[in-house]
């Protein structure tokens, strides 16, 4: 029987998982910090020497293309090929996919070395990835999350993976389940990040869970509680994160059992 997501979190804070992170410029910080505060412990290593070496001491890998050049994308294909060498989980965000050539090309190059536990992205990226023509507004989403449900699907299909849409509502699928998340504040759209911050913690709850898709669930649930309870508390973006910081430090498992909105469909 699955653990409940509060029991996954208590399992999370016990086992502190190491995870990789080959993430970009400007979450590097706040995602290392959000690790820290949920329980895991976390590591930000992009050299291409290091990367055998790094993912065979993690206990996954988050591997996400916010800030791309040539040196990163060669490091990133090689972790995923490290990780499957492994058994090592590793989580995909593919920041910015459709935007521009570039960005798509490299996303599904990483996907072609190795098949990832989990693609976390927005509407226009997880739409972007299953080769539908959309539009972008830079890295931000032009859809809504309900709109890239069936690209989910073809996504989760084809790789065998988890995968999430991040919005006002997430979706989370795979070839045979489908769960929205309800939680979350309209705050978190005004700060850069979130949205990486939620991939970081899906790759701490993905090191400690039976199953990914059980992985993300608890890791958006995590997310969007901690989410409003910071909102709670913040005059605006700018006092949201520190508040964030210690939400996720601060929560309990009966609190997100109580708080969690968490749909099956």
């Known amino acids: 029987m699955p653990l409940s997501s509060a029991a996954l979190l208590a399992d999370l804070r016990h086992h502190r998982p190491l995870v990789h992170n080959i993430t970009n410029y400007v979450v590097m910080n706040l995602t290392a910090n959000a690790l820290l505060a949920v329980g895991a412990s976390p590591v930000m290593a ?31 294909k090689k972790a995923a090929i490290a990780a499957a060498h492994n058994q090592t989980p590793y989580v995909l ?17 990483i996907l072609n070395q190795s098949s990832p536990a989990v693609i976390r992205g927005n509407a226009s990226e997880i739409c972007a990835l299953a080769h ?48 929205e998340i309800h939680n979350g504040d309209r705050i978190m759209t005004q700060v850069t990040g979130m949205g990486c911050t939620a991939t970081a913690l899906i790759g701490a709850f993905v090191a400690t869970a039976a199953s990914p898709f059980d992985a993300v669930v608890v890791a958006m649930s995590v997310m969007g509680v901690a989410g409003e309870l910071a909102a709670q ?31 099956h469909r």
Request: proline share 3%; no cysteine.
């Open 46 to 76: 992009h050299a291409e020497g290091e990367i055998e070496d790094m993912v065979a001491l993690a206990n996954s890998v988050v591997i996400n293309i916010g800030t791309l050049s040539d040196r990163w994308i060669v490091a990133m």
């Open 93 to 109: 965000d593919p920041v910015g996919a459709g935007a521009t050539q570039l960005r798509t090309q490299t996303a599904k190059e």
């Open 132 to 179: 539908e023509t959309v539009k972008t507004l830079g890295v931000d989403s032009s859809l809504d999350s309900d709109q890239a449900i069936d690209a989910a699907r073809l996504l989760a299909e084809q790789y065998r993976t988890a995968v999430v849409v991040s919005g006002k509502v997430d979706h989370i699928v795979d070839a045979q389940q489908h769960v």
């Open 233 to 263: 508390q913040a005059q605006g973006p700018g006092t949201f994160v520190p508040h964030f910081l210690d939400a996720l430090a601060a929560l309990t498992p009966a609190d997100l059992d109580a708080r969690a909105q968490v749909i």
